[in-house]
């Protein structure tokens, strides 16, 4: 399955993608996205995914993006990108920038651009476990934690605080001491109270929304409140999510192995079954591909 970009309307090879350097997303992060895990011709969760782009341009104060022609575009591009070969999983990232710059203030932006990409999942996939670094500090500012914008420079940076404490990933925790997500996913805390995501100056995920759901129906208790990161490390359980990975164990906190349990390898099971489902139509409806 060859990468394929959509950009401007144009589809072509993923290493042959360009966008101006005058794109404020390039620029500075003026960019919301979000990244939908594709099996063969169905969107896993795609309407939510897309739901959350549009209430993510609106809390960076961005022109609303139309859902119906990125629908189409990215159902134009997957079908590009698997021309010639079987359906398979694939990683689609839909970037909408408030276009090109014509000054620092966002009234001086041009129209909006949307840039999509779809690439092979199995090459950027790593499920089997995650070690996590503590990294002290939210990644709220004046950009909405609930917004999936493009500023990333803080979970870039603590990717590397992270890395150099020989750790996968970061486990950020706010000034009250509570664990919020990391830098690429949401946690998921299992202890004698149940299973519990943390609440705070988060991004909410579908994928852990979707993990959630399936966990309840098999029976889970699941809440959402405020996590002490001393809880997180007596936690019995400790695994995230993300489109991309699914449900992953966290096999080290700050250095210490930790077990995989019985509660992560069920979300793991469940999750599986889920993709199964979306793979054969029966949770999503099909990509609307039209000739452009």
């Known amino acids: 399955m060859p990468a394929k970009a959509w950009i401007d309307g144009a589809i072509v090879p993923l290493d042959e993608a360009r966008v101006p350097v005058t794109d404020r997303g390039f620029l500075w ?45 990215i159902a134009a591009t997957v079908v590009a990108a698997a021309a010639g070969a079987p359906p398979s999983s694939a990683s689609v990232r839909i970037v909408w920038t408030r276009g ?30 995650v070690s996590l670094g503590i990294v002290h500090g939210a990644r709220a500012s004046l950009v909405p934690a609930a917004a999936k914008s493009g500023n990333y420079l803080a979970s870039v940076l603590a990717l590397a605080a992270a890395a150099d404490a020989g750790a996968d990933d970061a486990l950020l925790v706010d000034a009250e001491g509570n664990v919020l997500e990391t830098a690429t996913a949401n946690l ?96 999503s409806p099909p990509l609307a591909y039209t000739e452009h």
């Open 29 to 73: 992060g003026d960019h919301v996205f979000e990244i939908i895990r594709a099996e063969g011709r169905f969107l896993c969760d795609g309407d939510a995914h897309l739901a959350r782009l549009a209430r993510s341009a609106s809390l960076v104060r961005m022109a609303p993006p139309d859902l119906a022609v990125i629908a189409r575009a």
């Open 100 to 129: 090109d710059a014509r000054g620092l203030a966002p009234s001086t932006a041009g129209a909006g651009r949307l840039v999509i990409t779809v690439e092979p999942l199995a090459a950027t996939t790593v499920t089997s476990g």
């Open 188 to 283: 998921f805390v299992v202890d004698a109270a149940g299973v519990t995501t943390p609440s705070g100056a988060l991004l909410p995920g579908i994928t852990a929304a979707r993990v959630a759901q399936l966990l309840g129906e098999a029976g889970h208790t699941i809440d959402t409140a405020p996590v002490s990161l001393e809880r997180a490390r007596n936690a019995t359980e400790l695994f995230v999510t993300s489109a991309r990975r699914g449900p992953v164990p966290v096999v080290a906190l700050d250095g210490a192995p930790r077990e995989t349990g019985a509660v992560t390898r069920a979300a793991t099971v469940a999750y599986a079954r889920w993709l199964e489902r979306c793979a054969e139509g029966r949770d």
